[in-house]
């Protein structure tokens, strides 16, 4: 198509213009009209002593970047293994080719490490003053000297590029473009809490910053980390955004389908291409570069979740999945007047020897008249009963003698004993011992419902990192001391029982 719009160009133009026409005039206005044509061509400027490796998976990515240039996707999602050119696309080429049409274009990047965000700017930024760009297009802009900066460089036609970490891009700051290359830092991918600050990030702060949502662009281009990371997120909210998948080896269930508008045909003759996986055999590599050899030693050292994630863009969760963790609201403060209730229920490490390295966890739940619920502390420690009895004590203090306290009572005659110094320990407080039936999971149920629905506030403290961890795992998480406490403090704030002894939903 690319040959047959050049050949109409020329044809348009008289025998003298056709004959000034040359190769290298070709290949510079090939350069221009194709983002394909213009990284092979470039990409002697960006790397120049590593060969370039041609692959299908190069034309379904430009394919799609040149769909956002051209209006087509507002919104695109681009899930592939690391190591296959994703930020020399994506953050390196994409940008320097669209100001070679349109250098009004104001672009702003991010990624999970600032290092990583400079990187891209600085390679970006050599690419356009380099002698190769700027003997083709030195006519289209220039980079202003005031403002050429690694993170941040503006030219003459008040375009710029910004380049910032997640969570590193102060307000105020617009552009046509919103760009993330890999938002989640693998080795934090675990962290229910730094994956639900880029979901935050990306909903509350970036959702806002383009110049013109009619005209702009969203591109979020990442490995699959988890299932709650910024792809699961915005696939999970059915926001509207063009999807292509590529893994790393070929599955017939996880295969690329993706629709993407066929610009090269006028108006009336307009279809959908649908990018599919052009492989056949399972387990087939997506790229020659990273082939069979290459892919089984990187698997090597792997697991077959993380394998499943970074490599198969289709990553499973470690634990149960009970608890929807991106659902819990975080902040800072809650409006106080609103509680109804408060409890402080205590899970108390077993009194048998051998639960001598087991935790003790004291969770505060609030009710609040407008259907919230807040968590506002845990304490969690690993001690001795006398230790343990002191902060329990020394917790009541602080908490005052309006929040009612519960703590688990253990069957057997060493729970009950446990369980009577406990409420001697807290006299003048009110304070119950607890005898909850059924298993972990049951009792969890009811607060597993409510952070669900997005009615569970987190306030924010030292503790909440290890909490949202044991919630996004439990049942299978090593400890569940935090999740008991919890799901004890939720049945008593929400449940009562019957006279047959069943719980059952107290009436608001």
């Not at 356009?128 to 802009?141: D, E, M, N, V």
Request: with cysteine.
């Amino acid at each position: 198509m690319l040959t047959e719009l050049l050949n109409s160009t020329i044809c348009s133009q008289s025998k003298e213009e056709q004959l000034q026409i040359s190769d290298e005039g070709i290949r510079i206005a090939a350069a221009g009209l194709e983002l394909k044509s213009f990284i092979k061509q470039a990409w002697h400027v960006v790397e120049p002593k590593t060969p370039f490796v041609d692959g299908w998976h190069l034309d379904a990515i430009c394919e799609h970047l040149q769909a956002v240039s051209e209006g087509q996707i507002k919104k695109l999602l681009i899930n592939i293994s690391p190591r296959h050119m994703k930020s020399l696309t994506v953050s390196v080429f994409f940008p320097a080719w669209e100001w070679v049409n349109d250098p009004c274009l104001k672009y702003l990047y991010s990624s999970y490490a600032e290092q990583l965000a400079k990187r891209d700017s600085v390679k970006c930024r050599r690419l356009i003053q380099s002698l190769w760009y700027q003997s083709r297009w030195s006519g289209a802009f220039q980079i202003s000297s005031d403002q050429n900066e690694k993170m941040r460089f503006e030219n003459d036609m008040m375009g710029y590029r910004v380049a910032t970490s997640v969570n590193g891009m102060g307000t105020g700051e617009g552009g046509d473009r919103i760009i993330v290359d890999d938002p989640h830092n693998v080795l934090e991918g675990e962290s229910a809490l730094k994956r639900t600050n880029v979901l935050h990030w990306w909903d509350e702060s970036m959702s806002t910053r383009l110049n013109d949502e009619n005209t702009g662009a969203k591109i979020i281009i990442m490995q699959r980390v988890h299932q709650n990371d910024l792809s699961g997120h915005v696939l999970k909210k059915e926001l509207g955004y063009t999807h292509l998948c590529l893994p790393a080896r070929y599955e017939k269930k996880n295969r690329i389908v993706s629709v993407v508008l066929d610009r090269k045909r006028s108006k009336k003759e307009n279809r959908d291409i649908v990018w599919e996986d052009r492989r056949t055999e399972m387990g087939e590599p997506l790229w020659d570069k990273f082939g069979e050899k290459e892919l089984t030693e990187r698997e090597k050292g792997m697991s077959q979740y993380a394998i499943a994630g970074q490599h198969q863009q289709n990553p499973s969760p470690r634990g149960g999945g009970m608890f929807e963790v991106d659902k819990f609201v975080i902040k800072d403060s809650f409006a106080r007047n609103l509680i109804v209730q408060s409890v402080r229920y205590w899970d108390k490490a077993g009194s048998k020897a051998e639960d001598k390295g087991c935790y003790t966890a004291g969770v505060l739940m609030h009710k609040l008249s407008n259907g919230f619920t807040v968590v506002e502390d845990v304490i969690r420690g690993q001690w001795e009963a006398p230790e343990r009895e002191r902060r329990i004590k020394q917790t009541a203090q602080l908490d005052g003698i309006k929040v009612k306290i519960y703590h688990e009572q253990e069957g057997g005659s060493g729970g009950k004993e446990s369980a009577q110094s406990t409420t001697r320990n807290l006299s003048g407080y009110r304070v119950e011992a607890d005898h909850p039936t059924g298993n972990k999971e049951v009792r969890a149920e009811a607060y597993a419902s409510q952070v669900c629905n997005g009615s569970v506030i987190l306030i924010n403290g030292k503790w909440i990192s290890d909490y949202m961890d044991e919630c996004e795992n439990f049942p299978f998480s090593t400890y569940k001391d935090q999740v008991d406490a919890s799901s004890g403090a939720c049945n008593k704030l929400y449940m009562k029982k019957s006279k047959a002894g069943v719980w059952g939903k107290r009436k608001r």
